[in-house]
């Protein structure tokens, strides 16, 4: 009996490891990368001998038991990276206006630190800390407990909730929550939008643990390709699918611009945007269509990737976020005077106990409209003032870090940059927004995008139908993954991998 085809559109994250999973179990796997490159936001590149991360900046929850530890090892990938531990008494660091706070790993370390710069608010840190724990926990999927979807009244309940609002109830000094939320350009958190339990998953995966991948997390990449390959599967790039081909009853393939790749099952690792786009078939409803056009999209990111000179600048083994405020929210409503009003600034990792920074990054966001009208350009190919536009805003965002880090413009040696519309080019996401779909209470179901489609063997995976981030795209893969193999079969196998 000849194996399911099973054509998989996108190398991120999302397409790689359902690519893997279900190659070892029998289909027939052919993943196709319209780029260069296959990972997606797992991609890396090198300018001048200096390399620089795109996306997956560092990782949570990956000692030795922890969740991603155990979904790595399961897919095969700890065998072939290697991870730097950010700095235990604070893998964060949270500036507004000049006083600086820290994030420590751990549940104790974490409420005693903090209780230090806000003694009267020690018993209201440990009823928030044990609230981001019982919301996490509540997730089967998020803790590997058992296959099963997060439908329990815990998880629906902060799910409808922002992050303010329950923030408000816990935490009774105002400086204080905007602390606790100091990190969310990790997930582009809106006021009065972003939902608690995207704050508490987030909050308590990078505090059990936090690590660089060093060398670049384009290793998990080529880590999955690697075992794709081992199994049979294909994966090829520079083949960009311009229509998913259905007859009247569902999928039967997909064609790129010099090939007809047939398949029993199609999986869409690209935005939705993109799917409704690819896929002209009357199962794929005007209702549906629409919805999907509608949902809003998480800001976009402007970056500036410095290269240091040799030996100049310390690395710095933890996360900054700088804001001119005290406060972290709305930075995403910003005027062209005063822009930047937040930003995130970290150091690539070269290898581990590392000693001198060789590169950095610097992100800021950036709203679409202002490079909206370049839509259509090719990268390297924009023109003067498309180059102009991005050396005023690398100098302002870089003239904003020298406050919090006067050594900095010294070290320099040169920056790349990009944009939105960088971002649109290398990930299909809508809009060139940092991570795709936003999560918005206000649209309640309406808001959430589904792993499958009106079209029966077409399925969505990757940051969109889960949440985004390496943790979230992995949950999503095993809720794809579990329509043809069953969560249970799943479970057991990443047992057996952890045993």
């Not at 600048?313 to 972290?328: I, S």
């Not at 971002?423 to 995008?449: C, F």
Request: proline residues 4%; negative net charge.
């Amino acid at each position: 009996m000849s194996k399911q085809k099973i054509v998989i559109i996108g190398s991120g994250l999302g397409g790689l490891s359902c690519g893997l999973i279900l190659s070892r179990n029998g289909y027939d796997v052919t993943i196709l990368e319209q780029g260069a490159q296959v990972g997606g936001c797992l991609q890396c590149f090198t300018r001048q001998g200096t390399k620089f991360e795109t996306g997956m900046h560092f990782v949570g929850s990956a000692d030795e038991g922890q969740v991603l530890n155990r979904l790595l090892r399961y897919l095969g990938v700890l065998d072939d990276i290697s991870l730097s531990r950010l700095d235990t008494a604070g893998y964060d660091v949270v500036s507004l206006n000049g006083q600086q706070f820290r994030f420590a790993s751990g549940r104790e370390a974490f409420i005693e630190t903090l209780a230090k710069d806000f003694p009267k608010e020690r018993d209201n840190l440990v009823r928030y800390f044990d609230l981001v724990e019982r919301v996490a926990s509540a997730s089967s999927l998020h803790t590997l407990r058992v296959a099963d979807s997060d439908t329990s009244p815990l998880s629906t309940e902060f799910q409808l909730r922002s992050m303010n609002d329950v923030l408000s109830e816990v935490i009774h000094d105002e400086l204080l929550c905007n602390v606790l939320v100091g990190n969310l350009p990790l997930y582009a958190a809106e006021y009065d939008k972003t939902p608690f339990s995207t704050h508490a998953f987030i909050t308590d995966f990078y505090n059990q643990s936090a690590f660089r991948v060093v060398g670049g997390s384009d290793g998990i990449a080529t880590s999955l390709v690697k075992s794709i390959r081992q199994c049979g599967g294909q994966v090829l790039c520079r083949q960009q699918v311009r229509k998913i081909v259905c007859d009247a009853q569902k999928a039967i393939g997909v064609e790129t611009d010099d090939h007809f790749y047939p398949a029993d099952i199609v999986i869409a690792g690209i935005h939705p945007g993109r799917l409704i786009e690819l896929c002209d078939s009357p199962l794929l409803r005007p209702a549906y269509r629409h919805r999907i056009a509608e949902l809003p999209e998480t800001v976009g990111g402007f970056s500036v990737y410095l290269r240091f000179k040799p030996e100049t600048l310390p690395y710095m083994n933890y996360n900054f976020y700088g804001y001119r405020e005290n406060t972290p929210w709305n930075c995403e409503k910003y005027t062209l005077e005063n822009w930047p009003k937040g930003y995130l600034y970290m150091h690539f990792c070269n290898e581990d106990h590392q000693r001198w920074a060789e590169g950095g990054v610097i992100l800021s966001y950036m709203q679409y409209s202002e490079v909206a009208q370049w839509q259509g350009t090719h990268i390297g190919r924009r023109g003067d003032d498309y180059k102009a536009m991005k050396q005023r805003r690398a100098e302002q965002l870089i003239d904003v870090v020298c406050r919090d880090f006067p050594c900095l413009r010294d070290a320099i040696a040169g920056y790349e940059t990009s944009t939105p519309l960088t971002y649109q080019d290398y990930t299909g996401t809508e809009g060139g927004s940092m991570y795709g779909v936003a999560k918005d209470i206000n649209l309640g179901p309406a808001g959430r995008v589904p792993h499958r489609t009106k079209v029966p063997n077409l399925l969505l995976t990757g940051q969109n139908i889960n949440s985004h981030g390496i943790l979230g795209v992995l949950v999503g893969t095993i809720v794809t993954c579990s329509e043809l193999l069953t969560s249970e079969h799943i479970f057991q196998d990443i047992i057996k991998a952890n045993t």
